[in-house]
């Protein structure tokens, strides 16, 4: 998993960072990016949607292989111009503090190939955006995290999407029950 570069600006601060809510001193943290580098040992990965095709495409015959290659290019292309997508949301509430179900988040993103794309800051948590790796069901999506504090607990709102097709054999939700199953999985003790 690829971590957004951290500014030079921002320190690592020592002591407690369970109730840190940053993501750029989260990510500087010696302890979050061991536990990440340990998740990442342990990454899933799958065949991609391109490699499935052109495996399928190969055992074919020549014509029909490749126009189904050029049948699927097409079609991508046509939902995506369409503004065909499939969308799950799911939200739950952790009475783990927010810097420990965050560096959870980070984790079973790493663990699952999902590499964070982009962070915002915001007051009283962050939203993460992570890109769902293509598969042999979909050529992959975007999966959105909102993390913020909640009393003395954590909320997490996550939304798995994947753009340009109508159906998607059931990733969107799949990537959710993944994610919040992880976190508490993960939790630091």
């Given at each position: ?58 055992i074919m015959p020549r ?127």
């Open positions: 998993m690829t971590t957004p570069s951290v500014p030079s600006s921002t320190p690592p601060e020592s002591g407690d960072w369970s109730t840190e809510h940053r993501p750029e001193v989260l990510f500087a943290r010696p302890e979050v990016q061991a536990m990440v580098a340990a998740c990442v040992q342990n990454a899933r990965s799958s065949m991609s949607a391109e490699e499935f095709l052109a495996r399928a495409a190969s014509p029909y292989g490749k126009a189904m290659l050029r049948g699927a290019d097409r079609g991508r292309r046509a939902g995506l111009r369409l503004g065909l997508k499939t969308e799950k949301t799911q939200s739950a509430e952790f009475t783990a503090p927010i810097g420990h179900v965050s560096a959870a988040i980070l984790c079973s993103l790493a663990r699952n190939s999902q590499p964070v794309t982009a962070f915002e800051q915001r007051e009283d948590g962050a939203a993460l955006t992570a890109e769902i790796p293509s598969d042999r069901k979909t050529f992959g999506g975007t999966l959105t995290i909102e993390i913020r504090r909640d009393g003395t607990g954590t909320g997490v709102a996550g939304t798995a999407v994947i753009a340009g097709q109508i159906y998607d054999w059931g990733v969107c939700k799949k990537t959710l029950a993944t994610l919040f199953a992880d976190i508490p999985a993960l939790l630091v003790a």
